[in-house]
């Protein structure tokens, strides 16, 4: 399955009082990590959206977290298809800094229609399934500085 992987910096407002990266950051990052996957195989949100009438919403959302990270930390975040059905993509997201896991968990993902009567789960395109199933990973060391504020 497809897979793609970014670097971030870990920015002072990540962390909480004690220097330690606040948990709900992961989840900011699985969703960085997520929209940056789907651009690296030619199927942005914003173009989906504005091409096909169709948005990704967050169904579901979980994360594990095994090792803590600080302020300055460069972290990886490997994102790779999970699971592929029939209106749904789950993304596993893990979380290295350097080669030490740090933490891993997954998003749920709708594959949805706008319409003018409100939104609606629609079946995902094959020609679209199989982009996600190709055997491809990316790397893109660049986009970090995208991610730094």
């Known amino acids: 399955m497809r897979s793609n992987e970014?670097?971030?910096?870990?920015?002072?407002g990540d962390t909480d009082k004690a220097g330690i990266v606040y948990y709900p950051n992961y989840f900011k990052w699985f969703d960085i990590a997520g929209h940056q996957f789907f651009r690296?195989?030619?199927?942005?949100?914003?173009?989906?959206?504005?091409?096909?009438?169709?948005i990704l919403p967050l169904l579901d959302v979980r994360c594990s977290f095994e090792k803590p990270l600080l302020y300055d930390d460069l972290i990886t975040i490997h994102t790779e298809v999970e699971e592929i059905r029939q209106?749904?993509?789950?993304?596993?997201?893990?979380?290295?800094?350097g080669e030490i896991r740090t933490g891993f968990g997954y998003e749920l993902r709708g594959w949805v229609k706008q319409t003018p009567d409100g939104i609606k789960a629609v079946v995902i395109p094959e020609e679209v399934k199989e982009i996600l199933r190709e055997n491809v990973h990316t790397n893109e060391k660049s986009a970090r500085s995208r991610f730094n504020a």
């Open 6 to 12: 970014i670097e971030i910096l870990v920015n002072w």
């Open 40 to 54: 690296s195989c030619n199927l942005s949100p914003q173009s989906l959206e504005f091409e096909r009438n169709i």
């Open 87 to 97: 209106k749904t993509i789950k993304l596993r997201h893990q979380v290295f800094k």
